[in-house]
């Protein structure tokens, strides 16, 4: 049974900079590409980053391009979400992901492309 945990989330005011973890459990954690996505009151989910199961490419979402960073642990079965930089409009609950494919990294910011997800994290940013 797979389980991801995430865990950082929190209140900050506008231009500060939080770092979200990710802990995955169930399966072997560095053959699948990892993702962020995250869902404001009354929106769709949306992606926000992803890191392929190699972990030397990453992805972003234009709205957070420059500002946050994903990275990943294969020893320690985490990805983390640097966020800097941080907008009122960064607000949401973040979720991690991971891939429903084995060893794939041509499709990752989509929702359906994951099977498994995470509690969610709230992220508060305050003007």
């Known amino acids: 049974q797979v389980q991801l945990v995430e865990s950082g989330g929190g209140l900050v005011q506008a231009g500060g900079s939080l770092r979200l973890s990710c802990a995955a459990s169930g399966r072997t954690f560095s053959s699948y590409t990892m993702g962020w996505f995250r869902q404001a009151a009354g929106k769709e989910r949306e992606f926000v980053a992803a890191t392929t199961y190699i972990g030397g490419t990453t992805y972003y979402a234009n709205s957070v391009k420059g500002r946050f960073t994903i990275s990943r642990d294969n020893a320690k079965n985490t990805v983390y979400l640097q966020m800097s930089s941080l907008k009122p409009e960064d607000t949401a609950v973040y979720y991690c992901?991971?891939?429903?494919?084995?060893?794939?990294?041509?499709?990752?910011?989509?929702?359906?492309?994951?099977?498994?997800w995470g509690q969610g994290t709230q992220v508060t940013v305050s003007s």
């Open positions: 992901a991971q891939h429903k494919k084995k060893y794939y990294s041509s499709g990752y910011s989509r929702v359906d492309e994951y099977d498994y």
